[in-house]
């Protein structure tokens, strides 16, 4: 009988990229103990994906030892992967076969006899609340019902380890909840353990014990308020009276003894360098109406405070954006908006306006409609019927003339993985028309301000997560448009990634540009100056953050986070729905 139900023991590992050795895992060791959830956590490229795959017995280390439920992956690997379910990043469903034949496909794969797999197919329908859509095509599934679908797959034959590689990226909150849900019933009731990465930091403070991987190495292991100890008294909201929370972040984040500033509800929260506090007179001197206020850290402080660097945003010299709305003073304007597909009324009589400088939100569940609005006013995609302007121009009789002051960053990376980060920066350049020395100061403009000079003839498909969000990011601007739509732009990148992103998405704003953003990250809403949240193809709210979030003030809950507000808001609507 095994004491641990994992044991990692100096183990390393490396891979070839060219001639150049990359080390993805450095001397790591530790154990995890039977029925309880662990959480991996750390920077893109940090070696988690690696270690996960190592477990599973699909890659076997150069150096050390990974025993799992008692077996060598290395002897084992087999035995191993009977016992344990592993749910990669990209799990392979089926799209062209219904939910159940799914189902039935991992069965027979597991060797689950007729009469085991008909009870587990009831047990796993009932969690995953699947039972409804057992018929429909995987393909024609939400985002958030396809992870579940994953789920139920995995957990076809109730395994003894299970293994989580961000199963949760790209869901939206409610769906993200329910896969939580299924997963801690499991732990409850079969005494399964789990071991997840993630890179949402909530979920990593709900784990039993976290580990925390940065380059290769083991930094700490411990349960998540030990984490969080560390940062005790050093985070506070800042707040003022006179400034905009924007400019406040941007000044603070720069400010000195500052390590992270975020936009957080009507302030701004900061973590501040060791053992400091927050002296206004010090961090701001020669502001006035400012209010500092203490308050308990999250997970996601102890986090930054563990991994991040003082640094400073190069700078992306944008012009100041020309007027580019309507006589309304709109930059986008949307007016009765349908999409039909067929009988599916997939965007149903919505509308909404933007003025020049917003940050814009377009939140909701998956399969709301929101990507099928930001195709449209991307003009990827005509609409049914209803009225759409950008940057003054009606889409139906100006489309080019619209597309050619629009950036666009999509959801997945959608750039040439074969070409180099350069010739990327190339060819979209020329595809926006940029020619000779403009070209040329355009590429070199992007390499500079995003760092990428050290990836200039680097595969793009090969970078990690964050800088390809970088080079993504680069490409949509190479044009300087005055609108940029980003559609789950930080999906999958870790924290620290995330609050670069939002440092530059800022910048723009503050230079003018126009912005309309989705995002499953709903502390990320915070940054938009007004959003909508979409429900079955139709506006269930719409205002400001601080609007929405008085919507879901409760007894209860005095306090509600962004979060808090879209759970209650989706709940609500569902609930006078049936």
Request: proline residues 3%; neutral net charge.
């Amino acid at each position: 009988m095994f004491n641990s139900v994992l044991s990692i023991t100096n183990v390393s590992k490396s891979f070839l990229r060219g001639n150049k050795k990359i080390s993805a895992l450095k001397d790591v060791s530790f154990s995890i103990t039977p029925g309880q959830v662990t959480g991996l956590i750390g920077p893109d490229g940090a070696g988690k994906t690696t270690l996960l795959r190592l477990i599973s017995g699909l890659l076997n280390a150069d150096t050390g030892q990974v025993s799992v439920l008692g077996f060598d992956t290395r002897s084992d690997s087999l035995r191993i992967q009977a016992s344990i379910g592993y749910m990669p990043q990209r799990f392979g469903l089926y799209e062209d076969l219904t939910v159940q034949e799914n189902l039935n496909l991992y069965a027979d794969l597991q060797n689950i006899t007729q009469q085991d797999r008909a009870k587990r197919f009831i047990e796993l329908m009932h969690m995953t609340g699947l039972k409804p859509f057992v018929n429909r095509l995987a393909g024609k599934l939400s985002g958030g019902m396809k992870q579940k679908l994953g789920l139920a797959c995995t957990l076809i034959k109730s395994p003894k380890l299970l293994l989580l590689d961000e199963a949760t990226v790209g869901v939206d909150p409610v769906s993200r909840r329910e896969l939580w849900e299924i997963v801690y019933s499991q732990v409850s009731q079969s005494a399964m353990t789990v071991l997840l990465a993630t890179a949402y930091l909530d979920e990593a403070e709900r784990c039993d014990d976290v580990l925390l991987l940065h380059e290769g190495k083991l930094i700490k292991q411990a349960p998540p308020e030990q984490f969080t100890d560390e940062v005790a008294g050093r985070v506070f909201h800042i707040s003022s009276t006179t400034q905009s929370h924007r400019s406040l972040q941007a000044e603070l984040s720069q400010a000195n003894g500052v390590l992270d500033a975020l936009i957080d509800t009507e302030s701004v929260r900061v973590v501040m360098q060791k053992n400091q506090q927050a002296n206004i007179a010090h961090i701001l001197p020669n502001h006035k109406n400012i209010t500092v206020t203490p308050i308990k850290p999250h997970f996601e402080d102890a986090f930054i405070a563990m991994l991040k660097t003082k640094s400073v945003l190069r700078q992306q010299s944008l012009k100041h954006k020309t007027d580019s709305a309507n006589e309304d003073g709109d930059v986008i304007k949307v007016e009765h908006l349908v999409r039909q597909f067929g009988d599916f009324i997939a965007v149903n009589d919505i509308g909404f306006s933007v003025k020049q400088g917003e940050i814009f939100g377009l939140l909701g569940a998956n399969g709301a409609g929101k990507s099928t609005t930001f195709r449209m006013l991307c003009g990827l995609l005509p609409s049914s019927s209803g009225y759409l302007s950008i940057a003054g121009k009606d889409l139906r009789d100006s489309t080019a003339d619209a597309r050619s002051r629009i950036g666009y960053m999509a959801q997945k990376f959608s750039l040439y993985s074969q070409l180099s980060v350069q010739q990327n920066l190339t060819f979209f350049s020329s595809a926006y028309g940029l020619r000779n020395h403009q070209q040329k100061e355009r590429i070199e403009w992007a390499l500079t301000t995003f760092e990428l000079e050290n990836y200039r003839d680097s595969n793009a498909g090969l970078l990690p997560l964050g800088f390809k969000q970088r080079l993504s990011f680069a490409a949509a601007l190479m044009h300087d448009p005055d609108i940029l739509f980003l559609d789950e732009p930080t999906s999958g990148v870790d924290p620290l990634a995330r609050r670069e992103f939002w440092e530059r998405t800022n910048m723009l704003a503050e230079s003018g540009v126009t912005i309309l953003v989705t995002t499953h990250f709903m502390e990320e809403a915070n940054y938009c100056d007004r959003l909508v949240i979409m429900e079955s193809g139709k506006i269930l709210s719409s205002g400001t953050p601080k609007e929405l979030r008085l919507q879901a003030k409760t007894v209860d809950n005095p306090d509600p986070t962004m979060e808090d507000a879209f759970i209650y808001l989706i709940e609500q609507r569902q609930h006078h729905d049936s």
